[in-house]
């Protein structure tokens, strides 16, 4: 059924928001008129997600017009979005790309309370994830977890056995040098595996999956075990060193797409942007399929276990600054968002929501190309996924400084206990004393 704008907000807060409007410059709200509020979208030509959710909002809200406002990718997106915000430049929505800079949009007060959108959504740690003093500040309407891709084609010219769910971290390094030789031994330059230079994929995993790891605490040790796997790696010439991804400029997308790696751990984000490829012909057409990350220890392998790995929601929330008119209809934007409806209209193009039923992801596993076999839909909808980046003022200082510390131990300048103890002497000084 059609409607306006509909039941997150009470005709008493309805009634308010038409005084607040005929009292300043607002125009008095009538629910019935038309109405435009503004997104923020990153990469708007290869990235669908936005307009999806825009479109899905207006059939069932058609007086809401929700117009796109395109952003930088990457870090440059909350570069951009803090100026606009301090500006009172940005959009009526924005979104939160990750947790990291929560703390700092929320405590300097950019973030509407949108306490009374949340009804209906449940409780998820998601959810909690934007809660401060018992309000809500955002809603989620993504929440991707990291797996690992893999090409079973290579796996089979290499003939190497492919993942089964049971892997460790040993395994996974082992099966990447057998892979790199046995590609190389039948003609293919394929490398046995890409690791992307984000610091996640090494910091991540040993964030979320190492006993009593504790970004906050300062101590960086969990780290060295994880980043000792990948500088062997790299000196086996299994995987493209860190300085070679750097200065060619390498993407995740074209190395696992175009068949240059064999195996890439990423977030489940990229089945959508592997689709999406796979039509355009930036992609390769091969058989390939998602298996859980590499675990700590054997306790969270195998398919009767729940695999540890990370991820950090994905939210939205509302620019304090938006005109008095169209609170209401952000509000409902964000409820739909995080919403049964909007989670099945993402899965339809291989997003994964927050929500993720069986509905969802069943949803998504009947799109053309996503591979069927269980071992792929066991790892997307199975698994304890932990934040990338816990809420706290010292999140984003910390983050920051680890990913200098990050290029450091990848470009093998100083040593893996060097950087570390750099890096904890630095935490402590630049930030946790702060």
Not at 101 to 113: A, C, E, I, K, V
Not at 369 to 389: C, R
Request: aromatic fraction near 10%; charge should be neutral; glycine fraction near 8%.
């Amino acid at each position: 059924m059609k409607r306006a704008i509909p039941a997150v907000i009470s005709a008493a807060t309805a009634l308010t928001l038409v005084l607040a409007g005929c009292g300043g410059g607002d125009e008095p709200v009538d629910p019935n008129a038309p109405v435009t509020i503004t997104l923020a979208g990153w990469t708007l030509s290869s990235t669908p997600e936005f307009k999806t959710l825009a479109d899905g909002f207006k059939a069932t809200h058609p007086n809401v017009t929700v117009e796109l406002k395109e952003y930088a990718p990457g870090n440059d997106y909350d570069t951009q979005m803090i100026t606009d915000l301090a500006a009172g430049t940005a959009p009526d929505v924005y979104v939160m790309k990750n947790l990291k800079n929560f703390y700092t949009y929320q405590s300097g007060g950019q973030l509407l309370d949108v306490s009374d959108a949340t009804s209906g959504l449940g409780s998820s740690p998601a959810l909690a994830s934007y809660q401060v003093d018992g309000k809500a500040y955002a809603v989620p309407y993504r929440q991707d977890s990291w797996v690992l891709f893999y090409n079973k084609d290579l796996f089979a010219k290499a003939k190497v056995a492919p993942p089964d769910g049971s892997w460790t971290w040993d395994d996974y390094t082992d099966a990447t040098k057998r892979l790199h030789t046995g590609l190389k031994g039948a003609g293919s330059n394929a490398t046995g595996a890409y690791q992307h230079t984000f610091q996640s994929t090494v910091q991540g995993f040993a964030l979320a999956q190492t006993p009593n790891a504790d970004l906050l605490s300062g101590d960086f040790g969990y780290l060295k075990p994880y980043y000792e796997r990948s500088l062997d790696l790299q000196a086996a010439g299994a995987q493209p060193t860190f300085g070679t991804a750097k200065t060619n400029k390498l993407t995740y997308q074209a190395q696992f797409g175009k068949q240059q790696s064999a195996m890439v751990l990423m977030g489940t984000w990229y089945v959508a942007t592997l689709l999406n490829q796979r039509q355009s012909g930036d992609a390769d057409k091969f058989q390939w399929g998602i298996a859980p990350a590499p675990q700590f220890d054997k306790s969270t392998t195998g398919t009767s276990a729940t695999p540890v790995t990370f991820g950090d929601p994905t939210g939205l929330g509302i620019n304090p600054k938006i005109s008095k008119s169209k609170t209401a209809a952000a509000k409902a934007f964000l409820q739909y968002a995080a919403g049964p409806d909007a989670a099945k209209a993402l899965a339809g193009i291989g997003i994964t929501p927050a929500q993720v039923t069986d509905a969802v992801t069943a949803t998504l596993f009947g799109l053309d190309g996503v591979p069927q076999d269980d071992l792929s839909k066991f790892a997307y909808a199975k698994h304890t996924i932990k934040p990338e980046n816990p809420v706290s003022k010292h999140t984003a200082g910390l983050q920051n400084l680890l990913n200098e510390t990050h290029s450091a131990i990848l470009s093998d300048s100083k040593g893996v206990d060097a950087e570390l103890s750099k890096a904890q002497a630095r935490a402590k000084n630049e930030v946790l004393n702060q």
